[in-house]
């Protein structure tokens, strides 16, 4: 396998790069924003294959529609990548909204996922999980966190004025101190270079990922789910959104990152690590 590459999937040019060694982990998203998230030694127990879906790319020249990006056609383009690098067995990893990639990846394709990481990730995107996280929000946070919320918020119109189609760059950086730890932190510098087809980020995430009920299929997934969630996660990934349906999991193991918020592989690298590499080898984490 090449260190990276692209494959052309319907005219959209898909990136992949590869790094570290060990056991193969496919990592769905960006192959610019995603490699600068995974912190410390990791690369020397797993192989990282970071792959770009069409939300990461330019599009090719034409009219496309919504049909285009449905979860059916995000899921084949995985598949087909799959196939291109060769790869038979391996574990698949999601981060975000990515999680539910991830995870429907491995209902479809059981016989290749060996095991399902699933980083930051809510049960779902409804209206009434939206308003638990900022109900939480408004009652646990501290001031301080608030103001530099409100603060970075107001920012927001301004930045979609001055660049409307880095709608979602924008949206992710103005919602910093609800997505990270360091409510000061400044992502600016993740999301250089990082390219965001508008179309495919809001049909995804504003009715792909809303509709999806991950709870489907689950009965029958046989794949140990390893879910880290942070803390301080109020962006998506609060845990306690997850008690009403970790149940329905097999074989689901939760770990929460206490000075993490959206992004624990990140913000906690080594105890992410360690974690992660002991339940990958063992089925048990500390």
């Not at 975000?96 to 429907?104: I, K, V, W």
């Not at 990152?257 to 913000?267: D, G, I, Y």
Request: hydrophobic share 40%; charged share 25%.
């Amino acid at each position: 396998m090449e260190k990276e590459g692209v494959i052309d999937i319907d005219g959209f040019k898909l990136g992949y790069k590869v790094e570290g060694e060990g056991m193969p982990a496919l990592v769905i998203g960006s192959t610019v924003y995603y490699p600068r998230t995974f912190a410390g030694d990791l690369r020397q127990s797993l192989q990282l294959i970071f792959i770009d879906h069409r939300g990461f790319v330019a599009p090719p020249p034409g009219d496309w529609k919504d049909e285009d990006f449905e979860l059916a056609v995000l899921l084949n383009d995985i598949e087909t990548i799959r196939k291109a690098l060769g790869l038979e067995r391996f574990v698949v990893v999601g981060h975000s909204g990515h999680a539910f990639l991830a995870l429907e990846y491995a209902k479809n394709y059981p016989q290749y996922v060996a095991q399902v990481v699933m980083i930051g990730a809510s049960p779902d995107y409804s209206a009434a999980t939206t308003q638990a996280r900022w109900t939480f929000f408004e009652q646990d946070t501290t001031p301080e966190r608030k103001a530099a919320f409100e603060a970075s918020m107001a920012q927001l119109p301004e930045r979609l004025a001055a660049d409307p189609n880095r709608r979602f760059v924008h949206l992710c950086l103005s919602a910093g101190p609800a997505s990270w730890y360091d409510y000061r932190y400044d992502a600016m510098a993740l999301w250089e270079g990082v390219y965001t087809n508008r179309q495919v980020f809001d049909y995804v995430w504003g009715v792909v990922f809303r509709d999806i009920d991950i709870t489907a299929g689950l009965e029958t997934l046989d794949v140990p789910v390893f879910l880290a969630l942070g803390r301080y996660d109020y962006l998506t990934g609060l845990p306690f959104l997850w008690d009403a349906v970790r149940h329905q999991f097999k074989n689901l193991t939760i770990r929460i990152f206490e000075k993490s918020a959206h992004t624990p592989q990140l913000e906690e690298p080594d105890r992410f690590n360690q974690e992660l590499v002991r339940w990958l080898h063992t089925g048990r984490a500390d």
